[in-house]
């Protein structure tokens, strides 16, 4: 895709799951991939792979916990690819998974560091380049739990759910600059998460295992409908949507030329169809 062509994409989370998809995808369409993790192996092998398709990345090592980590990478991307255009925050941890009362307090609170933190530390890294470009698109990665609730997932749903008031919270301060930020569902997937669910049996709650048999199964939502939805919410095509949170499975399509209400497609999901 032209509208990608040599444009900086700063992915977190970039060596495996939905992060490494969404960079392949983006380095495909033509853009400068920078795949940001904190495992120096998994991020080799994901340069590796975009390179073998043609693409172009830069392997940036960094936990996103670490503000000034986050920081350096992004300004290396700004000194090898002119700035990060695009930034997709899909670095995440499921941590505890069970009864709430039998949680470890720091495996909890560290999923919020990662998840929640992470996010935060990585968007306000490139936002003020956007701003002053006055041009930008973020991207958070959400998932289960941010609808409604998710017990024995008390972490993840939390730190989740409060990512999506973070976008619509920022894109309404950020509203006059032309950035946008939205999150994206991106459905259920096979991942190592999904692993995780099935190893924890019945702590996990017999729905989460069951759905995540079939996951397992059938692979989930296809790479390219996830890939698809963020290649919208990062061009042009979406400069009107800002602060929304849009599933992999709605009829997102309709949006690029539809007006929405105020209160469609947030945290509430107002008039969702």
Known sequence: MQAFKDKGVLITGAGRGIGKRLAMGFGQAGA???????TKAEIELADLEIEHAGGTSLRLRADVRDYEQVGAAVERMRNMYGGVHVLVCAAGVQGP????????????????????????????AVLPQMVERRSGKIILVSGGGAEEARPNFTAYGASKTAIVRF?????????????????????????????????AGERAGWREVQE???VRTHGGTPPDKQINLALFLASERSNHITGKLLHVDEDWRRLEHATLHAGSFTLRRLQRT
Not at 32 to 38: K, N, Q, S, T
């Open 32 to 38: 400068r991939v920078g795949l940001l993790a904190r």
């Open 97 to 124: 998974i069970g009864p709430f009362l039998e949680s470890n307090p720091r495996d909890w609170a560290d999923v919020v560091n990662v998840n929640l933190l992470g996010a935060m530390h990585a968007v306000r």
């Open 167 to 199: 976008a619509e919270s920022v894109a309404e301060e950020i509203r006059d600059d032309n950035v946008q930020i939205n999150c994206m569902y991106p459905g259920h997937t096979y991942t190592n998460m999904t692993d995780e669910v099935l190893r």
């Open 212 to 214: 995540a048999s079939q």
